[in-house]
């Protein structure tokens, strides 16, 4: 089995900043993703990334930045937090478009 | 595009209490519908996928269909555990977008003992 490893686990940031978040996955999978999680409103997708150097964007891609460089890793910057803003970020795996997609555990966020 | 609606934000029940939950679905091609479970302090993963209308998916107890006429799908389970507390989540995969899956907003399930 493989893993997928999101850091950090906790991450606070002040308004206006620029903010790194990382993910690494084991499954020698082709398709990545980030998805944005918000109580009430589900799992909403950022950006995705279907083999190394390529990057989709999602229905929330405005606001942040990605980078998948390598096969096993995909980042996601936040390129100016928010004040309150406050989400989990959730990373995933999937191999060639399958539908089980595998995920970390994610990455909480909080602006103050 | 492809969307999928959750009404039921959370539903609170009795252990051995039947659980109906259920979404709305839109596509202009042919539905695959998936059932992704949520345990506190996790990630999502799949539950159960339904590709055939009025088919069943199974699987720990758990059953999902889908109905093509009122385009929409339903997990349920006769008789639940503490153990299924958990954030249930339907998914559409769209099949003209590279395999995307559209999350609904979720239902948080409270098995009280």
């Known amino acids: 089995g493989g893993i997928i490893t999101q850091t950090p686990k906790f991450l606070i940031g002040q308004e206006g900043q620029k903010l790194t978040l990382k993910c690494q996955q084991n499954f020698n999978h082709d398709t990545m993703y980030w998805y944005r999680q918000d109580s009430g409103k589900g799992l909403r997708l950022i950006y995705y990334?279907?083999?190394?150097?390529?990057?989709q964007k999602g229905d929330l891609s405005e606001g942040y930045d990605a980078s998948r460089e390598k096969k096993s890793s995909f980042s996601l910057t936040v390129t100016s937090a928010q004040k309150n803003e406050m989400a989990v970020f959730l990373c995933?795996?999937?191999?060639?478009?399958?539908?089980?997609?595998?995920f970390g555990h994610g990455t909480k966020l909080s602006v103050l | 595009g492809d969307s999928v609606t959750q009404k039921q934000g959370q539903v609170t029940l009795s252990e051995d209490d039947f659980l109906f939950i259920n979404c709305t679905y839109s596509t202009t091609t042919y539905p695959t519908l998936l059932w992704y479970v949520q345990y506190l302090g996790q990630g999502p993963q799949l539950l159960l996928k339904v590709t055939t209308a009025n088919n069943k998916g199974i699987s720990r107890g758990f059953e999902a269909t889908y109905d093509k006429g009122t385009t929409s799908f339903h997990l349920q389970k006769a008789s639940v555990q503490e153990s299924d507390s958990a954030v249930y989540f339907c998914a559409l995969v769209d099949f003209s977008n590279y395999n995307v899956l559209y999350f609904g907003s979720g239902t948080k399930l409270t098995v009280e003992p």
């Open positions: 995933a795996s999937s191999s060639g478009g399958s539908e089980r997609l595998f």
């Open positions: 990334s279907i083999t190394e150097n390529d990057l």
